[in-house]
């Protein structure tokens, strides 16, 4: 099977960065729990927006976020029995790129770089099956889409959801069997 595995608040931990960076520079204990259903931007006071809108877009950002509970471990399966591709949105924070790609160099060499796909527009991809926690994502992508939890998700609707990555290897494992039995 060909998947296609998005990396921010599915491979890593973007949101727990976020957290740290504005709760340190703001001295609050603002928890994940409290934004169910939105982005940390939409939660904060107003004149705190441009600094939350701005950390993602500073310089090396992206280069020490932690994995995701279970990403690595589940990669290392999935990459023995798939072709796996990284697709992540990053053109939208083109500062992004190099902290990305050595990321993916440090903690999952087994994907070889012409296997990574930094876009924008994920419905042009080719693949039987995408693991993103953007549902946006999914409009026009012609595989099964695979929305994994996240609190800024968490209210969508009408999408295959999987919590964690037990259950994200679960679905990939039934997509391919029925895409055998095909």
């Not at 107003?46 to 995701?68: K, N, T």
């Not at 050595?102 to 876009?119: A, D, G």
């Not at 929305?147 to 009408?158: C, I, M, Q, V, Y």
């Amino acid at each position: 099977m060909r998947l296609g595995i998005d990396m921010d608040e599915v491979l890593t931990d973007t949101l727990g960065k976020q957290l740290r960076v504005y709760n340190a520079h703001f001295g609050t204990d603002v928890p994940a729990e409290r934004l169910d259903g939105f982005e940390l931007v939409d939660i904060v006071p107003p004149e705190q927006r441009p600094f939350v809108s701005g950390m993602m877009h500073e310089p090396g950002f992206f280069a020490d976020l932690e994995p995701i509970e279970g990403a690595l471990e589940a990669m290392e399966q999935i990459c023995r029995m798939h072709q796996v591709y990284i697709v992540s949105a990053a053109t939208e924070f083109p500062g992004s790129f190099q902290d990305k790609l050595c990321w993916l160099e440090r903690y999952l060499p087994q994907i070889p770089t012409r296997r990574i796909i930094f876009c924008g527009e994920k419905s042009v991809l080719d693949l039987d099956c995408l693991v993103d926690d953007t549902p946006s994502h999914f409009e026009g992508f012609r595989g099964t889409g695979l929305l994994f939890d996240a609190p800024h998700n968490r209210k969508e609707s009408g999408f295959r959801r999987v919590r964690g990555w037990k259950q994200t290897e679960a679905e990939i494992a039934s997509l391919a069997e029925c895409l055998q039995r095909q």
